[in-house]
């Protein structure tokens, strides 16, 4: 028998089997058989080169077309496997196709990264540029370099946790930073100004929990410097920011503060969402809510990171994020945003 007469044997062969299969497991087998990598076509295919040049060419092409129609008829099967199944299902009442099909289940983002989203926004369309920082931080950049040193009472409001205290040097001990702040020096060691950027991160602190204190939160950095920034950018930034986000009617306070990294410094607050300024849990009975730290860039810090005091200036902030849902929304407890319910977390 010549090649050619073999591949016409084959085609019967294999149509002629075909057409008696009956399910899907069956039409595999004849699959692998018929068109697997060691199936009579594929050696035929394999071994053309070994025929003498005259009988190549139509071997070749008898061959090819006789792959193509196995393939053809091999998904054909199929098809009418997956009809005839479809239809013995319909027939024995086995399926139901008015029924609605299941759920999907779909993820949203974390209430919080929703905000950071919407804060990065309203800062970006005002010019400052987003950047992030690494969570495990030198003492040298969380303390030392904002006007910290060992021993500074204001090391006492920011206890945090150590990764290695043992370490000989101040400046070699590392821990998980206390907040966005030791991105100012970071930053601006590489970048000179003018600059204005805006650093949201998780930042970690050794306290009690309560209403509005959590022992890991997100914070929010901002930090502006260039010739003639003053207080009045600072308040304008921000009260922009407010209006923006919490809407014209809201009230906000300035008052001073002290912070070692700028001078002066001030915190501002929001009037309280769930009481409306009366005074309730969630602001201590105060009718406001504490949601950030800031101030004019003290001059010894732009000195650490070779900036003049003399020709630039420049404000900071810090916002605590997890605060400005809370005030929006009114929610009385930051501890629902990490208590994983889902009850809560659907709503936003
Ligand atoms: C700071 O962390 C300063 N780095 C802020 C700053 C930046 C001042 C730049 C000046 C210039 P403070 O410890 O006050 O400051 O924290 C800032 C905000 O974080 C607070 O206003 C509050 O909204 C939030 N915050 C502080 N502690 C917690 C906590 N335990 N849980 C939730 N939010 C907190």
Known sequence: MDALEQLVELRVRALGELANIDDVRKLEF????????????SVALRSLGELPLDDRKNVGAGTNRLRVELESSLEQKKQAL?????????????????LPGYPFPVGRLHPVTQIIYEINDIFTSMGFQVVEGPEVEWDY??????NIPKEHPARDSMATLWIDREKDSVQRQMLLRTHTSPMQIRFMERVKPPLRIVVPGKVYRYEATDA???????????????????MADLKGTLYEFARRFFGENRKVRFRCDYFPFVEPGVEM?????????????LCGSSGWIEILGAGMVHPEVLKRVDIDPEIYTGFAFGMGIERIPMLRYGISDIR?????????LRQF
């Open 30 to 41: 004849w699959r692998i058989c018929y068109l697997g990598k060691k199936s009579q076509l």
């Open 82 to 98: 997956h009809e005839a199944k479809l239809l013995s299902f319909i027939q024995n009442d086995d399926l139901d196709v008015s």
């Open 141 to 146: 950049y969380n303390f030392e370099a904002l």
């Open 212 to 230: 509005t204190h959590i022992s890991m939160f997100h914070q929010i950095e901002g930090l502006a410097v260039d010739r003639g920034i003053n």
């Open 269 to 281: 607050a929001i009037d309280c969402a769930v009481c409306k300024g009366k005074g309730c849990r």
């Open 336 to 344: 629902l945003f990490y208590g994983s319910d889902l009850r809560f």
